[in-house]
């Protein structure tokens, strides 16, 4: 079955403690990104990823990182969480997602992060 | 960059009743997405629509890319299909590639 798979889908951390939140595709997506959804705000782009080895910030990159080491996996890795990254994440993937080439996203289950 | 906006941002319709769901845009896009978010968290990708009208099911939409919006249709609406509906968009000539720019959403609920 096709689809984006994020580990954990729920998690109770504390300010400071690293974690990270990983990300798998099987559809041989070259496009890679992760989302946060807040009450007011929408989904917003945190970081992006056109293929492996390549990633760029999205909108609000502030406090993450990402990597993309092999092209099926993307994590994103909070170093010293705060509460204000206290959200649901969302990470997606598409085939392409070039100018002339887009195509349909698709989106993980959601992996909600509290952070005390 | 590009700016979505939604209407209704909330919406009660009674079971069997049928809805549309608008989304405007302010530039040229070269995708656009709606999806369902279940009260889970989930979103659920209804269609893929950048151009013209598809179908499936009770649910259909439709792009006038030229005019910049997009419309989604619920026919026969069910308390399933209580939810968020967002609509998405990538592109434009003033930015916002490389990801997708979320609408505010409509909030709906389907009542007995």
């Known amino acids: 079955e096709a689809q984006v798979t994020q580990n954990p889908r729920y998690l109770i951390t504390v300010t400071g403690k690293k974690l990270t939140v990983t990300c798998s595709q099987n559809m041989n997506h070259e496009y890679m990104s992760w989302y946060r959804q807040d009450p007011g705000l929408g989904l917003r782009q945190i970081y992006y990823?056109?293929?492996?080895?390549?990633?760029d910030k999205g909108d609000v990159p502030e406090g993450y990182k990402v990597s993309r080491k092999e092209k099926r996996n993307f994590p994103l890795i909070l170093e010293s969480p705060s509460p204000n990254q206290t959200s649901l994440y969302f990470c997606?993937?598409?085939?392409?997602?070039?100018?002339?080439?887009?195509?349909?996203?698709?989106f993980g289950p959601g992996t909600r992060l509290t952070v005390t | 960059g590009i700016q979505v906006e939604q209407s209704p941002p909330d919406l009660i319709l009674q079971e069997g009743a049928n809805s549309t769901l608008r989304c405007n845009f302010s530039?040229?896009?070269?995708?656009l997405q709606w999806f369902h978010q279940n009260p889970w968290g989930q979103l659920i990708n209804l269609f893929y629509?950048?151009?013209g009208t598809k179908q499936n099911g009770r649910l259909s939409a439709t792009t006038v890319a030229t005019e910049r919006y997009s419309l989604l249709y619920i026919s026969s609406s069910q308390t399933t299909d209580s939810g968020v509906y967002f609509c998405?968009?990538?592109?434009?000539?003033?930015?916002?590639?490389?990801?997708?720019?979320f609408g505010t959403g409509t909030q709906l609920k389907v009542e007995l």
């Open positions: 629509i950048p151009s």
């Open positions: 997606a993937s598409s085939l392409s997602l070039v100018r002339l080439a887009a195509s349909e996203q698709y």
């Open positions: 530039d040229s896009v070269n995708n």
């Open positions: 990823s056109m293929n492996v080895e390549v990633t």
């Open positions: 998405a968009v990538e592109g434009g000539l003033t930015g916002g590639e490389n990801k997708l720019t």
